[in-house]
């Protein structure tokens, strides 16, 4: 079974300029979550789809910052107009209902993350 | 005061020998707690999850302490794979999977 993946594993661009990011989660995952992290800091967390609807976007740094997930499958990241401190790794991770396992949690599955870095 | 804390390290010891990372957590509302591994420029993985009691998976231990509010990781008989950097992982009470990383500990073991 595929895993997450997310696109592009690399992107420079300069400030000002706009970046897509893409994350495909694993099938079937209602969950989905974005992750970022900046150089030497913790990796911290950005938002929470449930299926297509946003549980939790208290993450989002600004309104430069926006995240889709039309359909409920696959999700973007669009960062539009780039900052010098937007560079790091962005990570999506994804899960299943919870009630499918009977537990508070389930296990998160990461993608293997895009670099991005703003010059 | 950051919501999880850990010693970044990095810590560094032979192989074979025994090593344990802690975390501590400041919400004390916390319900869930997790050691992720992450190797150099790849993504988190789950290594295991951390019960009130203590849990073990081969080498591995992982204790939570709820009253000082601070987990614990331990690895007996350190091999060369085991180098990579360990996350502490908390996660809010009430079922909701929004979670919170600390800043890891790197972990090198040499020859």
């Known amino acids: 079974e595929a895993g997450v993946t997310q696109f592009p594993s690399h992107s420079v661009i300069e400030k000002g300029q706009t970046v897509t990011l893409r994350c495909d989660p694993i099938s079937g995952h209602d969950n989905l979550y974005w992750y970022r992290r900046v150089m030497g800091k913790e990796i911290k967390f950005l938002l929470h789809?449930?299926?297509?609807?946003?549980?939790?976007e208290s993450g989002m740094p600004n309104n430069r910052f926006l995240a889709e997930r039309t359909g409920g499958t696959y999700s973007t990241l669009k960062v539009q107009p780039a900052e010098l401190e937007d560079s790091g790794v962005y990570f999506c991770a994804s899960s299943q209902e919870s009630w499918t396992s009977g537990s508070a949690y389930n296990e998160q599955f990461f993608g293997p993350g895009t670099r991005l870095t703003v010059l | 005061r950051k919501e999880v804390e850990q010693d970044p390290g990095p810590f560094n010891v032979p192989e074979g020998a025994t090593v344990a990372f802690n975390c501590t957590y400041s919400?004390?509302?916390?319900?869930?707690f997790f050691w992720y591994r992450q190797d150099c420029r790849k993504e988190p993985k789950l290594l295991m999850s951390?019960?009130?009691s203590g849990n073990e998976d081969g080498r591995f231990t992982a204790q939570l302490n709820r009253a000082s509010q601070y987990i614990s990781l331990l690895i007996r008989d350190s091999k060369l794979s085991d180098s990579a950097t360990y996350l502490c992982v908390v996660t809010p009470s009430g079922g909701y999977q929004k979670v919170t990383f600390g800043t890891g500990t790197k972990l090198q073991v040499i020859p």
């Open positions: 951390v019960y009130s």
């Open positions: 919400n004390s509302a916390s319900q869930s």
């Open positions: 789809f449930v299926k297509e609807s946003k549980q939790d």
